[in-house]
């Protein structure tokens, strides 16, 4: 199976972040196995979903990880142009969901796994493929825990995010919460029998908006856009009609940090205000719902020059989005970005990933497979 080929099947299973993942788990799996790679499947505490990790060479020698996410974000606007879950070729332009975000750099990846092992790697390549990435990074913390069992510490990890073929040194850190007020219902009527859950949610809101302001006049890191940290109320629901004391209320929000900064404390001034609400008679629920660090490799590392040589561009200092590289790192990993496509193209109808796109990140691992092999 060529690239080609090999995306056709991978798109071809929605496996929508948050829901079971065997069959394209599997697939990936037989696959590998059938070019003679080493597989292993890691099921998560969830029970219904499994990150995936193989080796091409040796496993007792330090060598790279690429790494991926098997899964991506719904498809359900009705303005895509064909079936999302199907893959349509125009051309150099691939559609389908995950194209680009990621499954490209999965193909791209898989279809290099017979070359690999014709090299005979005198240093592994390792590939790590993860669950629930789109919804917060959760699968892969399980994965990186089982690490040391799987091979030797590693030179450094890709992180396959689509960046168009340039490697990429940072990215923010992200956290994301819900809070819930719970008050008490009743007619509208009699507002002073009840807890207007909503009204009260205004305090927690006013909070998040104060900080959002606030962040903007700094700290500042200039490699990234905006130069701040940030904060933002994405989500509130609560009521059920106009005339009914609304006795739930919640507010989904998030936090995007600088290198530096840890970015979960900058929900902190929320979550203290939403919970400063219990001595007016109110419930508060503050459930934590995703969170990663930021990615800040040196600007100075090998795993820089590497990319930089294999690229022939010098990597850039930093983008918007997250990936679990932050995490690699936190674990001890140098990680850099670099996988094909462009990112504003993903999570929309008609995405898409050019043919070239492929070609090209199929030649840089077989590239690093090279090196490997030296």
């Given at each position: 199976m060529d690239v080609f080929d090999i995306l056709d099947r991978l798109v071809a299973f929605p496996s929508v972040a948050g829901k079971p993942n065997g069959d394209i788990a599997s697939w990936i799996a037989a696959h590998l196995a059938q070019h003679g790679a080493q597989v292993t499947l890691?099921?998560?505490?969830?029970?219904?979903?499994?990150?995936?990790?193989?080796?091409?060479?040796?496993?007792?020698?330090?060598?790279?990880?690429l790494s991926g996410h098997v899964d991506v974000v719904p498809a359900g606007e009705p303005q895509w142009c064909s079936a999302p879950f199907a893959l349509r070729r125009e051309g150099e332009h691939l559609y389908g969901r995950g194209t680009t975000d990621m499954k490209g750099f999965l193909a791209a990846a898989l279809a290099a796994v017979p070359h690999l092992t014709e090299l005979r790697l005198a240093r592994p390549i390792h590939l790590a493929f993860s669950y629930d990435e789109e919804v917060g990074c959760r699968g892969v913390p399980h994965l990186?825990?089982?690490?040391?069992?799987?091979?030797?510490?590693?030179?450094?990890?890709?992180?396959?995010?689509?960046?168009?073929?340039?490697?990429?040194?940072?990215?923010?850190?992200?956290?994301?919460?819900?809070?819930?007020?719970?008050?008490?219902?009743?007619?509208?009527?009699?507002?002073?029998?009840?807890?207007?859950?909503?009204?009260?949610?205004?305090?927690?809101?006013?909070?998040?908006?104060?900080?959002?302001?606030?962040?903007?006049?700094?700290?500042?890191?200039?490699?990234?856009?905006?130069?701040?940290?940030?904060?933002?109320?994405?989500?509130?629901?609560?009521g059920q009609s106009v005339n009914i004391i609304p006795d739930t209320c919640t507010l989904d929000l998030e936090a995007r940090a600088i290198p530096g900064v840890d970015p979960a404390s900058l929900l902190a001034p929320v979550r203290a205000r939403a919970e400063a609400l219990a001595v007016d008679g109110f419930r508060i629920e503050w459930t934590p719902m995703s969170a990663y660090p930021a990615l800040s490799l040196p600007q100075d590392s090998s795993l820089a020059a590497l990319l930089a040589e294999l690229t022939g561009e010098a990597p850039l200092a930093a983008v918007s989005y997250g990936t679990e590289a932050g995490l690699y790192q936190a674990a001890g990993f140098d990680a850099i970005i670099c996988g094909p496509g462009d990112i504003g193209r993903a999570h929309k109808p008609d995405e898409y990933i050019l043919a070239s796109e492929l070609a090209a990140c199929q030649r840089l691992i077989e590239a690093l497979g090279a090196r490997c092999a030296a």
């Open positions: 890691l099921p998560g505490p969830e029970g219904d979903r499994s990150n995936l990790f193989a080796t091409i060479g040796p496993t007792d020698v330090p060598g790279y990880i990186i825990a089982r690490l040391p069992e799987l091979c030797a510490k590693p030179l450094g990890v890709i992180v396959g995010e689509p960046s168009g073929m340039r490697a990429v040194r940072g990215h923010k850190g992200k956290a994301a919460a819900r809070v819930t007020v719970n008050g008490r219902s009743g007619h509208s009527s009699r507002p002073d029998l009840g807890l207007n859950a909503i009204h009260a949610m205004a305090a927690a809101l006013g909070a998040a908006v104060s900080e959002a302001e606030r962040l903007t006049c700094g700290p500042f890191d200039p490699a990234f856009e905006p130069p701040y940290s940030s904060l933002q109320a994405g989500v509130v629901t609560g």
